[in-house]
Nanobody, 119 residues
Framework: QVQLVESGGGLVQPGQSLRLSCAASGRIFAINAMGWYRQTPEKQRELVATITVNGITNYADSVKGRFTISRDNAKNTVYLQMNSLEPDDTAVYYC?????????????WGQGTQVTVSS
């Protein structure tokens, strides 16, 4: 069984940084695209950033220049470095990955990690 486990969330002040990690475990043959999404009670879940297996990245306009997504394929882990955090970045952040664990590829989600930006 495949699992995605996030870590690194917390409470920070505006302008500070956080680094989120998400490790995939279980019976994994291959991991394709990985990404981060976020959700607040007022908004639907929205894309933050994605990264392909070859390292091609895509970002939401609201985080370009402040967030950096990366991955370590040997560790089945994706990261999100968040700099210059703003109160509007407050949300539950979810890791997402397309993982082949048998003959098919399925989409998996992590349990979410809370990021709160407040003075």
């Amino acid at each position: 069984q495949v699992q995605l486990v996030e870590s690194g969330g917390g409470l920070v002040q505006p302008g500070q940084s956080l680094r989120l990690s998400c490790a995939a475990s279980g019976r994994i043959f291959a991991i394709n695209a990985m990404g981060w999404y976020r959700q607040t009670p007022e908004k639907q879940r929205e894309l933050v950033a994605t990264i392909t297996v070859n390292g091609i990245t895509n970002y939401a306009d609201s985080v370009k220049g402040r967030f950096t997504i990366s991955r370590d394929n040997a560790k089945n882990t994706v990261y999100l470095q968040m700099n210059s955090l703003e109160p509007d970045d407050t949300a539950v952040y979810y890791c997402n990955a397309f993982i082949r664990s048998s003959v098919i590829t399925q989409n998996y989600w992590g349990q979410g990690t809370q990021v709160t930006v407040s003075s």
